[in-house]
């Protein structure tokens, strides 16, 4: 395949600046710590602070939506400009919105995060399965036609997903079902584009043998995971597990300099 597809530039971007993803979660408290007014001004300055931080400088970020759309357009404007400038500098940038639907509206979703050209273009992005994964094909198909990656949600870290995502189906926990399922779509020469999201805080995780693709591996940090939690979780396929951290990087801003350091610690406390 001619076109260079999210999984593969990803993996290379974790061997190069080391395998962390970086949230970028412009939450009011942390605009609060940063200096910033709690207003769309305030959103620009931190995004803009982000991305001189970050861009040419970690594998991936991860951008949660959420803290954009409480602006409304404005703040969809400011999460535009962001994706861009990230995307630009070459930085691989997921969005983190979490879309789950069916038919026509999922293909609506789809389009309005990877479809080339579309102003919140991403290189990836996250998706609820909660319809059960075959809902997600509209998403799952556009990002395999244009060399992009969608994260399924697996094994969440919050206490009411865990209770739920650990139930069994058949004997199957349901977390391992999505990952199995997810597992359907990679059976692939190199490394395949539906990934999952795996909290690194979570008691009884999927395996992760069989998925060959990218494991999103939130929880290092402020949830309390370390990343010796997310390599235990990892096993065999650690390669493919990029912790996913904001807090723990985002406190040491609004320097440049700190923030980059604060990335470039966590990075080496990966062992492989």
Known sequence: MAKQIFSNRLVEAGSEFG??????????????????????????????ICVDAFAGHVAAVKPQVAFFERFGAAG????????????????????????????????????AWLAPGAP??????????????????????????????????????NPEAEALQTGLIDGRMLSQRMVDECAEYNQVDGVGHVGVVVGATVSTPPVLDRLNAPVLMPGVGAQGATMADAEAIAGEVGHLVFPSVSRAVLTAGPDVAELRKRVSDLGKQLKR
């Open 120 to 157: 919140l273009e991403a290189d990836a992005l996250t998706l609820t399965p909660y319809l059960g994964v075959g809902s997600l094909a509209p998403a799952i198909e556009l990002a395999a036609e244009h060399g992009k990656g969608v994260f399924v949600m697996a094994a969440n870290s």
């Open 19 to 48: 395998r962390v993803c970086v949230g970028i979660d412009p939450h009011a408290a942390l605009l609060q710590q940063w200096g910033l007014a709690d207003t769309v001004d305030g959103l620009r300055s931190f995004a803009e």
């Open 76 to 111: 969809f404007s400011v999460l535009e400009a962001t994706l861009a400038a990230l995307r630009e500098r070459g930085t691989l940038v997921i969005a983190d919105a979490k879309r789950g639907d069916i038919g026509s509206t999922m293909a609506g979703y789809a389009s």
